[in-house]
């Protein structure tokens, strides 16, 4: 059993328009000790995937389908009482632009007491010294626990909500974009101090980014994910150093600093895909420059890689190696 088991879920946000099918049948498993990688583009749902493992998904986002367990209990239907208690104690977040959500008339310190003596019997000043090592740990001067968030720089921010998150040394750890927004010193700085502090704790940790560099250099596996469904995944080195997924092809020519990542030179003209109805052919298929009649039709099943570990969404998966060579070789 997987620490996390995501099965064939399906997430729909109600609008005035109709509805938005943001997430169309994902399915992944984090095990203990893993770090995953969530990957996409802007708009392909990962953040909607972690807030529906979360149940934290806004009023108009629904679970039309699938089933989370986290350690073999169905996060779909706990109660509100029992995921907060799963929340925190089990499981840390740190949402998207998470350093903006701070309390910014409560000092940054008093804030992760609270959130201390919410879920742990422990007394104000015992608290207060957990604070202080947390901030320690986090790379943050132990003597400003008692400042407000406005008085920290952003990547200091982002240090005091990653020490909110770790407070109750959970057991998996989901980052949404923790770096996003800080200047590459500061984000390379920030991932090296969750990575150290996962390890530390023995945590899983869930990364999610559209920078799949981050991934590379950070993950174990990965699911890359676009127009809310998986196209690829499996593990970092079968998926990012072998795609045979175009999408995947294109998303990892869109970050020629990998350098020994870069030789699939497809790239992936066009927008997203529309996400009004759902999806019949593959979702890729009107920006795949490998598409077929079969693509706009029918949506391609997963197909078993010989790799362990590496499975792929697409019609002509087996045609990987020819479609790069057809992809260098100058038009005629
Ligand atoms: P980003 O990299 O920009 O954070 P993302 O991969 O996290 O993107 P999501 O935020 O999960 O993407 O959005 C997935 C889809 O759901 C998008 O089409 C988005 O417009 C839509 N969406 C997200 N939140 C809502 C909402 N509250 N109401 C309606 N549609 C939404
Ligand atoms: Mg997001």
Redesign the pocket.
Known sequence: MSLLEVENLEVT???KNGK?H??NGVSFDIDEGVNYGLA????????????AVLGLL?D??TVESGSVQFNGKDLTSLSPTERREILWEDIAYIP?SAMDSLDPVMSTGAQIRQAIQTHRDVSKSDARERVRELFDIVGLDPGRIDDYPHEFSGGMRQRVTIAMALALEPDLIIA??PTTGLDVIVQDKIIDKILEIQERMDSSLML?T?EIGVIAETCDELSI?YG?KVMEQGSVDNVLINPTNPYTMGLKNSFPEIDELADDPVSIPGS?PN?DSKPSGCVFQERCPFSTPECETEHPDFVDLPNRNHRSACHHVNRAATMRQDATEPDT
């Open positions: 946000y109600g609008t938005v943001a997430v996409g583009e802007s708009g392909s749902g990962k953040s909607t995937v972690a807030e806004p108009n986002g998207q949404d974009e999610i559209h994910l809310g997203p996400l």
